[in-house]
């Protein structure tokens, strides 16, 4: 049975909004009977009426289902297939060939070295006779001819940075790592010699004076030296300070010796 409620209110659509919100449907859903107009009270003090209506649900018909019709499926004949269909075949792949490296040519090595010091000096316009003398792993490079003193610099630092660049382009690309030493006429041995006499000397006048001695800047090869002649030395001790390329050694008197 339809529900039916009569509701009222200032205005006709104040009364239906009234219906909608008591029976909760939407306004669409309700037939809608205006049973009285609102009036207006007489100079805004007596009479007036409010608006009344009836308000009805809509029956909704039930929706119409059609009875859909489905298909039988259509039977698929089965495939009878041989058990050997099933088993993988599985055909051997080439097995690779792992080849081991080949030894490195220790010769190649040093012909490559000679090779970049000669491309050098012809760019500085020298001649140069270079002597190999082999180690088990390094390579010294003793170099002879005239006016060499511009491959030593001062102290030996050109010749250092030759050194490094040498080294730095012949062993990049090779699996096998030989260092090389560059010397000029048996410089870097009249050098060490140098330095411990100097290393001695400065030892003295720390113990003399009872005062830290400086050094000039050196390479890191000549400041292991000086470490290593004074290492023995019980009466000072050495320690490197600085920053490369000007770090240099300080030789102290031990405290409390005299």
């Excluded at 269909?85 to 792949?93: A, G, I, T």
């Excluded at 330095?195 to 390479?219: F, G, H, N, Y």
């Amino acid at each position: 049975m339809a529900k039916v409620i009569e509701k009222t209110g200032k205005t006709i659509e104040e009364a239906i909004q009234s219906a909608v919100a008591e029976l909760g449907v939407k306004e669409s859903e309700l037939e809608i009977e205006v049973l009285e107009e609102p009036s207006k009270k007489f100079l805004g003090l007596f009479g007036g009426t409010p608006a009344k209506i009836r308000a009805t649900v809509k029956e909704l018909a039930p929706p119409v289902v059609k009875p859909v019709e489905v298909e039988e499926p259509a039977r698929v004949e089965e495939e009878k297939i041989p058990a050997e269909k099933f088993e993988p075949v599985l055909e051997p792949s080439p097995v690779e060939e792992i080849s081991e490296p080949e030894p490195v040519d220790r010769q190649k090595i040093i012909d490559a070295a000679e090779k970049f010091l000669q491309e050098v000096f012809a760019a500085m316009k020298i001649e140069v006779t270079i002597e190999v003398e082999e180690s088990e792993d390094a390579c010294l490079l003793n170099l002879s001819g005239k006016g060499l003193g511009i491959l030593i610099g001062k102290h030996g630092q050109a010749l250092d940075s030759l050194q490094y660049l040498l080294n730095l382009a012949v062993n990049r690309k090779s699996s096998e790592k030989i260092y090389f030493t560059l010397d000029v006429e048996d410089y870097r041995s009249r050098r060490a010699e140098t330095l411990t006499k100097l290393a001695k000397s400065v030892a003295d006048k720390a113990i003399k004076t009872r005062k830290d001695v400086k050094l000039e800047p050196m390479s890191r090869h000549e400041r292991k030296l000086i470490h290593t002649v004074l290492q023995e030395n019980n009466r000072v001790e050495t320690h490197s300070a600085g920053e490369e390329p000007y770090r240099y050694v300080i030789v102290s008197p031990k405290r409390g010796r005299k």
